[in-house]
């Protein structure tokens, strides 16, 4: 069982682009969207909450 805890949106060119970060039994989770798409899940279950954060304004930003 998973929970979002926030979502990230992009905008400009980059709008179509949305991430979720999810907590799950094993740690933080991170789903990068295209559209209605999931591109793929970053499991950052080692790492903080400010890092799952990052990757996630990253992706929306279009740094990653």
């Known amino acids: 069982m998973t929970e979002t805890l926030s979502e990230y949106r992009g905008h400009d060119r980059l709008k179509n682009r949305t991430s979720n970060i999810v907590l799950s039994a ?3 989770e991170v789903e990068l969207y295209e559209g209605n798409e999931l591109v793929e ?3 950052v279950h080692d ?5 799952a954060e990052s990757v996630a304004e990253n992706w929306t930003l279009g740094v990653i």
């Open 41 to 43: 899940t970053r499991k």
């Open 47 to 51: 790492k903080s909450l400010s890092y």
């Open 26 to 28: 094993w740690g933080y």
